[in-house]
């Protein structure tokens, strides 16, 4: 039965042998060494050691082969049995017009050769079916029971096998009259079917099903209408043969022509022979359309019939005409429409006379059972590989391979299991289903591709490695040539035996069981590539695996007696098991031998894509088993490779030249051969034949010596006949030469009967050289005669035998082993006797037991030589002996001098061997230094030991001999050692702690651990800890007592270095509060001057700006700050960290930097009023011109200039002064007129550093910085700063109270009040014009002013937008009204006047008389129209970005409404505190703020805010309110812009009026 993937059952591995470099030098002396154990098994491994690795000789771009076509289930015998059943069974449905579709039962192929033979072998049909046995047959084709599978397989049965079983047997010919068949040159011809006969086609490579796939797919199910118009399929009747039997697996070829019929004409269904004048036969048909003139027509008719007619033949007379038409069964002629005329032999046939009965005509062509017996029963081709068509090199057929493995297993090659390929391999072979093709480059010549060894000829120069792999007898070139192998006395380069063939494989490729020609030994390499799997059976089981086959599949051995030479036939290991065979395998992975024995048989797979070489040798060991092989050979009639006598009597004719084993092995073969050969010649002379020629065999070509009768090849003698020159037979078949007469046979002879004696007594000489030698040996190595041989005797012998080239016997391993036994003793005791004369150093590794010592003087007794070093190892001895007794007496009296006991140990040394009482005297003498190391170690005057020093003694001591004293200084040590961890452990826990301990307590553990006379590393650091820590408080105290207060930096440090330490400070707490207390004075600062994300720090603000002079240099300063790349804080000043602690120096530094300052704005303010304006020429550019803060030249509209530094800037780049925001009306504002009151002051950047704010906050700051008990850097400069504000101060009162300056107030005040007057009587009229529009539509300044959390809803939000509009429109349209200047301010005046303004604009300070200064000169001089047009343009572009920012705003806030926020709720509002509500606006505020950046990408303007009349700062963007002047009031009500507008321009008409 077939076997299922999961069924092959792998067998036991072979032997594996790993031999050693020096066994691996003799490769057939260690393959005769591992015969016994090997030849077991058949075949073994043989892993060479790892280092043996020959390099990859064949030419890989020349290397070009023909692979062979292997079809896997076609090499297996049981499968091909099966097969060519199916061949068989195909051909007889084939013959009669119909195709073999074999059925599916329970959902595996019907295997109907397994159902045909359990069938006869159950009895037959008729038995099975009487008895009702299917049931049975079911069970055996391993079907499940109780499915009616018994019904369906007699079903199966009777319609496919049980016809061709008939035709078979001849049952259905039972009745017929015989004749002689007519056409068998015909039936030579015909070919019976269309299935290509085995190996005549090349396979597709990658198509894994052959030509018998189209049998194995389901049948089609048949239609209605087939089955109405198909009486045989209406009534299911099968009784014979014939394409009626469609629908049940057979089908008819050509389907279309029963399409044709339908259209088309139809042949009648009986035919009418009429007889007319002139002899001319015609047909007549009931349908008068459609006439066949004869066979011919019939054939090649473009629209054949699809119902068989009678075939008339023409030019007959009637007689033969009507005997032609008569049945063959019943020998009548009537019923002629019920007549079947064959289309192989022309018989005639009633349908209801044949065996089964036809039910009706068939269709298409249809033979008689005769034919198709004839047919079936023809003998199959034998069977053999084919080669393929396609030429590979090694690359192409690699990447098929690998291709072929990798897209069956549907993974990479290298991770397909072993294990996995070969269930897969011998599924597939025992399959009937599958039909997979595989190429196998096999059996390839290497003397024409080339070895995979290096070789040595004349054709390429080898390098040193080669060379050496060249001459290794593991090369398969050289192997069987080598001195012990026999193959090297034949002349002729037999290829496969004498010369390597390759094998380049792919998976599956496979080579069939077999033996080796003449039974030799083979020998494979795998040079390369994935593993190959062996099979292999031993040589004593060889008839039986043969017998196996034979029976389990005679068919194949009736047809091909010598099947299992031929190399194509496989049979799985399983199945030989199960009868007994032993089989065992192996695994040949690259870089390993397999050896296969003396007629062992051997099969195997390749696991995928390799490159092998192969090549047989044969040993002496071989020569009996060559002889029985040549015996089977003759009983087979097969030829031979080789002659087997001329190569022993080719040895024997040069003995000298032999190998020992093989001349003894040779001598007994020539024994038996001259016996035979005595025997044979006998009964020739008994035959009466006299004549004799002597003939030279070895000369003639092997074809013209070969005995006609066997094949065997002839060389001692062979009879041939004068009369019958071209044959010969050898002397065991002399009576199937010829028929003639013995007088006229002869015999032809190599050698007389004279000269093989010769020969055969010249081997025995050279093989009993050996027993000569071998009694030498023997008398010398059992001292038979009493007297031992010298080492110059032995070595003799031993030289003999190696020039002698002796086998490697037993006998001469002995003398070997005695030999190199006594060299070693020799060698030893010379050097025990030199290394005692040299002194202990020279003999310390050669030292021995007393009793090896006694063991050595035994052996050297012991050995069958004379040694004259005896006498010197038994004086060792002796005073070894001596010694021993004394060492005794010196234990016994103890307690003995430690002198004493080292003197004794110093002798023993020197003696070169070990005493047992050395080694007490050793204890003895360590435990004395033991203990005199713990006494120094514990005195008190000793330097103080360490922790491991302690552990040390104590592991030492454990390993010294016992004794009271050792107990008590362990005791001692493991006391001390114990409380100094203790002590460790403390210091241990107070340096590691959280809750660290006063100085008082660290103190204490420290004196109490001096008493300890051992090192503790944790006490020596909580030692330097608490020293650290006196040193500490001494700096403290040297701080806080010192005549200044300490510096921050000062603290910081201490606090830090006290934080480390592992000890309680109290001072730690006090100091660590003023740090912090600074710390908050300093950060207060930072929040007062430094604005939001300031580049600057405190102290860079508050010291004056040294490098103002330099434009260049502050503002890559300014941008190294900006990047975050600036910090160091002293190099304003010129002070180094140092320098900052003296107060004085800081002064002195601050003092020169406002000079240096004020010097250099003077500088650059010249140097920037030299630089064009951007605003004068657009288009022209030079080097000298204004850079702004984003690296690009300002120009345009949109420049402004800096009142200070007089440098130019974009207005959206920096942040710029709003006329809107400053026109803000107050109890004492000025009309709108007023234009010298407006903010237009622009400080740039890089000028203007800090928040700036007013005084008052300032002297608040150095009041809470006079309580600090720090000094800070910050305060000095701070004082410093506040000191240069309050001086300019007093100078700018000293000036605005001069008269001159005291008249032009006076005028501007003037001035001011009249432009109020004027604007009144106009108040009343806009705020009735504006209240006309409808009272939601006013638009309030607050709205515009304030921040934006008033503004709420969308009213208000239009309002606003609608309010800022119209005012900046109005704003736009007073500027032609502008003029100026209203005050005429002298040089005198406005010279003191520019340069205070100068000095307070240089001030990180606000200022009131800053103000003031400012408007008086602005009154005195014109309007900067260009400016203020620059300041509405940009603020035009703010407003229109603060609306987009406004709705983005209220949208955020509807949809936290629609989401259910509780922003909204009045209920929680109401239960909220004060504080908390007015918090939470603001929060919202700048959370939306943010989500708005985000969704607007970070564009968003910023929003403008107030100011009370001051000039614009930057912290007024910084989200910072300013300090509100003294005089303001911020509860006033404000007015809208538009109201003051109307009441600063009378003149103008409002909206309404317009």
């Not at 036939?569 to 098991?577: S, V």
């Not at 003639?700 to 020159?725: G, M, N, V």
């Not at 080694?919 to 003498?925: E, F, K, P, S």
Request: charge should be negative.
């Amino acid at each position: 039965m077939e076997l299922g993937s999961d069924d092959f059952l792998p067998p036991p591995e072979c032997p594996v042998f790993e031999p050693s470099w020096a066994e691996f030098r003799d490769p057939l002396g260690y393959i005769a060494k591992i015969r016994p154990i090997a030849e077991k098994s058949g075949i073994c491994k043989i892993r060479p050691p790892a280092d043996w690795q020959p390099p990859f000789a064949v030419e890989v771009d020349n290397f070009r082969f023909t692979p062979r076509i292997q079809r896997l289930n076609e090499l297996e015998a049981q499968t091909r049995v099966k097969l060519n059943y199916l061949d068989q069974i195909a051909k007889f449905w084939e013959i009669q017009g119909s195709s073999l579709k074999i059925p599916n039962v329970e959902r595996r192929i019907l295997d109907l050769y397994s159902l045909s033979k359990i069938v006869v072998e159950e009895g037959g049909y008729e038995t099975i079916c009487k008895d009702r046995r299917w049931a049975r047959v079911a069970q055996r084709l391993n079907y499940p029971p109780g499915k009616n599978i018994g019904s369906l397989l007699r079903s199966h049965y009777e319609r496919i096998v049980y016809p061709y079983e008939m035709y078979q047997s001849g049952a259905n010919l039972v009745q017929c009259n015989t004749r002689p068949f007519d056409n068998e040159e015909k039936d030579k011809e015909y070919k019976p079917h269309s299935i290509p006969l085995r190996q005549s086609v090349q396979p597709s490579k990658f198509n894994s099903y052959g030509r018998r796939a189209k049998r194995l797919q389901p049948d089609p199910e048949p239609t209605e209408e087939d089955i109405e118009k198909n009486p045989e399929l209406k009534k299911l009747q099968i009784y014979g043969a014939g394409p009626k039997m469609m629908g049940l697996g057979l089908m008819a070829k050509d389907k279309t022509l029963r399409k044709k019929d339908k259209e088309g004409l139809e042949c009648p269904p009986t035919v009418v022979v009429k007889e007319e004048l002139g002899g001319d036969v015609k047909m007549e048909s009931a349908s008068p359309k459609t006439f066949l003139e004869g066979k011919e027509e019939l054939s090649h008719s473009p629209e054949p019939c699809t119902k068989m007619t009678m075939r008339l033949r023409r030019n007959h007379s009637n007689a033969q005409f009507i005997e032609s038409y008569v049945c063959r069964m019943c020998s009548r002629g009537d019923e002629d429409d019920k007549l079947l005329l064959c289309d192989g032999c022309d018989d005639n046939y009633h349908i209801f006379c044949l065996l089964p009965p036809l039910p009706e005509i068939p269709k298409g062509v249809w033979r008689c059972p005769k034919c198709v017996m004839a047919e079936c029963k023809r003998p199959p081709e034998a069977f053999g590989f084919e080669q393929a068509t396609r030429e590979y090199t090694l690359q192409s057929f690699g990447e098929m391979a690998d291709s072929f493995k990798a897209d069956y297993f549907n993974m990479p090659v290298h991770m397909v299991p072993t294990e996995l390929v070969e269930k897969e391999f011998w599924r597939l072979v025992n399959s009937i289903e599958e039909d997979v093709t595989v190429e196998y480059g096999a059996d390839i010549h290497s003397k024409e591709f080339g070895s995979g060894f290096p070789v040595s000829d004349s054709k390429r120069h080898l390098t040193p490695e080669e060379e050496e792999y060249a001459t290794s007898g593991w090369n398969l070139n050289v192997m069987p040539v080598l001195e012990q192998s026999v193959l090297c006395h034949i002349n002729a380069d037999i290829s496969g035996m004498k010369v390597p063939w390759l094998y380049v494989g792919m998976v599956f490729s496979a080579f069939c069981w077999h033996i080796e020609d003449h039974w030799s030994y083979s020998i494979n390499y795998l040079h390369w590539g994935e593993p190959k799997t062996w099979y292999g059976v031993p040589s004593l089981a060889a008839e039986h695996l043969e017998e196996v086959m034979k029976k389990l599949t005679p068919e194949l051995f009736d047809s091909q007696p010598d099947l299992l030479h031929q190399l194509v036939t496989l049979m799985n290991p399983n199945t030989l098991m199960s009868h007994g065979v032993p089989v065992v395998r192996t695994n040949q992975c690259a870089g390993e031998f397999v050896i296969t024995f003396p007629r062992a048989y051997h099969s195997g797979f390749n696991q995928g894509y390799n490159f092998a070489e192969a090549v047989n040798f044969c040993t002496a060991d071989w020569l009996p088993a060559g002889r029985q092989c040549i015996e089977h050979y003759r009983r087979l009639r097969r030829y031979c490779v080789f002659s087997h006598e001329e190569l022993i009597c080719k040895m024997a004719a040069c003995p000298e030249k032999l190998d020992l084993n093989l001349a003894a092995a040779v001598h007994k073969e020539m024994f038996i051969m001259v016996q035979e050969e005595r025997r044979l010649r006998k009964a020739l002379l008994e035959k009466g034949i006299t004549e004799a020629e002597r003939e030279a065999f070895e000369l003639l070509p092997d074809d013209e010596r070969q005995c006609i009768k066997c094949k065997t090849t002839c060389f001692l003698s062979a009879l041939a006949c004068y009369d019958c020159p071209d044959g010969l037979v050898c002397l065991s078949h002399i009576n199937d030469l010829c028929k003639c007469s013995s007088s006229r046979q002869y015999l032809r002879y190599r050698y007389t009967l004279d000269e093989l004696p010769a020969m055969l007594h010249k081997l025995k000489v050279r093989a009993e050289s050996f027993d000569t030698w071998a009694n030498k040996v023997r008398v010398a190595l059992e001292v038979e005669d009493g007297r031992k041989r010298s080492l110059e005797e032995l070595r003799a012998l031993e030289s003999e035998a190696r020039e002698r080239r002796f086998p490697n016997s037993e006998l001469l391993q002995r003398l070997k082993n005695c030999l190199s036994e006594a060299e070693a003793c020799v060698s030893r005791a010379l050097g025990l006797v030199s290394g005692q004369e040299a002194g202990p150093d020279s003999v310390a590794g050669l030292h021995m037991t007393l009793a090896e010592l006694r063991a050595f003087l035994d052996q050297m007794n012991n050995l069958p030589c004379a040694m004259h070093q005896i006498g010197d190892v038994k004086g060792i001895l002796e005073q070894v002996e001596a010694y021993q007794s004394e060492a005794r007496e010196a234990l016994v009296s103890q307690p003995s001098s430690p002198g004493l006991l080292q003197s004794l140990l110093e002798r023993g040394q020197q003696l070169g061997v070990e005493v047992p009482e050395a080694q007490q005297l050793q204890r003895q003498v360590e435990q004395a230094r033991w203990l005199d190391e713990v006494k120094r170690t514990l005195a008190p005057s000793a330097r103080r030991g360490t922790l491991a020093t302690m552990r040390g003694l104590l592991v030492a001591g454990s390993s010294v001999a016992p004794s009271p004293a050792v107990d008590k200084a362990q005791a001692e040590l493991q006391e001390l050692l114990t409380i100094a961890e203790r002590w460790e452990e403390k210091a241990h826990l107070c340096l590691e702690a959280r809750q660290k301990h006063p100085p008082a307590t660290l103190e204490a553990i420290i004196h109490e651990a001096e008493n300890i006379p051992v090192h503790l590393p944790n006490i020596q650091s909580l030692k330097e800890a608490l020293a650290k820590a006196r040193a500490w408080i001494a700096d403290v105290d040297e701080i806080q007592n010192g005549d200044h207060y300490p510096c921050l930096d000062d603290l910081e440090g201490l606090v830090a270095v006290g934080r480390d330490l592992p000890v309680g400070l109290e001072e730690l707490r006090q100091l660590e509060l003023q740090v912090l207390t600074a710390h908050s004075w300093r950060e207060k600062a930072s929040k007062t001057f430094l604005k939001k994300n300031s580049c600057y720090t405190l102290l860079e603000v508050l010291c004056p700006c040294a490098d103002a002079g330099s434009d260049s240099t502050k503002r890559s300063r300014w941008m190294e700050k900006e990047l975050g790349l600036y910090k160091s804080d002293t190099e304003l000043l010129g002070l180094s960290a140092q320098d900052l602690r003296d107060p004085g120096s800081v002064i002195v530094a601050f003092k020169e930097g406002e000079q240096k300052e004020k010097e250099g704005i003077l500088q650059l303010r010249r140097t920037n009023s030299a630089k064009p304006s951007p605003l004068a020429s657009l288009t022209t550019t030079s080097s000298t011109a204004s850079i702004c803060v984003c690296g690009q030249v300002p120009a345009g509209v949109g420049a402004l200039q800096c009142d200070l530094c007089q440098d130019w800037f974009h207005g959206r780049c920096v942040t710029v002064p709003r006329l809107l925001s400053s026109q803000r009306p107050r109890l004492t504002s000025s009309p709108l007129l007023a234009w010298w009151e407006w903010d237009t002051k622009f400080l740039c950047p890089l000028c203007m550093r800090s928040r700036r704010p007013r005084l008052e906050t300032i002297l608040a700051l150095l009041v809470a910085l006079q309580r600090l008990p720090v000094r800070l850097p910050e305060g000095e400069a701070l004082q410093c700063l506040t000191e240069r504000a309050i001086s300019w101060q007093g100078r700018a009162r000293q000036v605005l109270a001069s008269e001159e300056v005291t008249a032009l107030l006076g005028r501007l005040a003037e001035l001011r009040q009249r432009l109020q007057a004027e604007s009144k009587p106009e108040e009343s009229l806009a705020y009735s014009s504006d209240a006309g529009e409808g009272s939601g539509n006013m638009p309030k300044v607050q709205g515009l002013l304030e921040n934006g959390d008033s503004v709420t809803s969308p009213e208000k939000v239009a309002t606003e937008e609608g309010s800022g509009k119209r005012d900046l429109e109005l704003l736009s349209s007073l500027l032609p009204q502008l003029t100026g200047p209203v005050l005429e301010l002298p040089e005198a005046t406005r010279a003191p006047l520019e340069e205070l303004m100068m000095e307070g604009d240089l001030l990180e300070v606000t200022l009131d008389e800053n103000h003031s200064i400012w408007q008086l000169l602005q009154a005195g001089q014109p309007p900067d129209l260009e400016r203020v047009h620059t300041l509405l343009e940009l603020e035009k572009a703010e407003r229109h970005g603060s609306r987009t920012r406004g709705r983005a705003l209220e949208r955020r806030r509807r949809r936290k409404v629609d989401r259910g926020g509780e922003a909204d709720d009045p209920a929680r509002e109401e239960l909220e505190p004060k504080r908390v509500r007015s918090s939470e606006p603001e929060a919202e505020e700048v959370q939306e703020e943010e989500e708005l950046e985000e969704e607007t990408g970070g564009e968003v303007p910023p929003v403008p805010f107030p100011t009370n009349g001051s000039p614009s700062t930057q912290e007024d963007q910084d989200g910072f309110e300013p300090v509100l002047e003294a005089g303001s009031d911020t509860s006033a009500p404000f007015s809208t812009l538009t109201s003051q507008l109307l009441m600063s321009c009378p003149q103008q008409p409002s909206r309404q009026q317009l």
